[in-house]
């Protein structure tokens, strides 16, 4: 804080943490006040759960993606910020980059590799950017998964990606392979939930004004 100071917009909550011993040049206290320690440890449970609440609905749903366009600066919003950090570590401004994710498929049911999926691009539909597009696949601990073939993420440089013959996409999401003549377009899970996570870097008007339409996550019957 001392060498990267913060924003002027935080001086007020800066302000409260001081008198905890929280800032430049200061030692966090360690009060032996029951109050003030009671206090605290019940702002920590609750804010948990406040920041949980708020990773479940972290911007406008759609086709069962959550998409927020204002990531990156936060202002005073606090709540978003600390929410950001626990579903991805932190984000760039919309204009670098919008992160989709989803938990569930297009029924509302959590995504699970007991299941099999299908993520559908019509032709000429895939995410509109000027740097490029990937799907990233987590397990229910945000953590990359470890799989056969070594992919983590699959997207429009992915080695070897095949469009179908009118031109779509389609991206198999699954714990077992999908065959070899579809291993191209497959993007491994784990054999428990997951989440996904789309990665639109230097996006186009059309995301940036949420107008693009992410295609479901559909399950194979």
Do not use: C
Not at 89 to 114: F, H, K, M, R, W
Not at 156 to 163: A, C, N, P, R, S
Not at 168 to 196: R, T
């Amino acid at each position: 804080m001392a060498d990267n100071p913060p924003p002027a917009t935080d001086s007020k909550v800066l302000a409260k943490f001081a008198t905890i011993g929280i800032g430049p040049g200061l030692t966090p206290s360690d009060t032996k006040n029951d109050t003030i320690r009671a206090a605290l440890e019940n702002g920590i449970a609750e804010g948990e759960k406040l920041i949980n609440e708020k990773v479940q609905y972290l911007g406008m749903n759609v086709n069962g993606w959550l998409v927020n366009l204002d990531l990156g600066d936060f202002g005073t919003d606090y709540l978003l910020r600390a929410a950001t950090v626990i579903y991805g570590i932190g984000a760039n401004s919309p204009e670098e980059a919008v992160y989709p994710g989803t938990v569930t498929d297009n029924e509302g049911q959590n995504l699970t590799g007991t299941h099999n999926y299908l993520i559908h691009f019509d032709k000429g539909q895939t995410p509109p950017v000027n740097a490029f597009w990937s799907i990233t696949m987590y397990n229910n601990k945000s953590y990359l998964v470890e799989n056969p073939i070594n992919r983590y993420s699959i997207g429009q440089h992915t080695e070897g990606l095949k469009y179908n013959p009118d031109g779509s996409l389609d991206i198999f999401i699954q714990n077992a392979s999908p065959g070899a003549d579809k291993e191209s377009n497959w993007l491994p899970s784990p054999s428990e939930e997951f989440k996904l996570v789309l990665r639109e870097y230097n996006p186009q008007e059309p995301i940036l004004k949420g107008e693009y339409q992410i295609p479901p996550v559909q399950p194979i019957l």
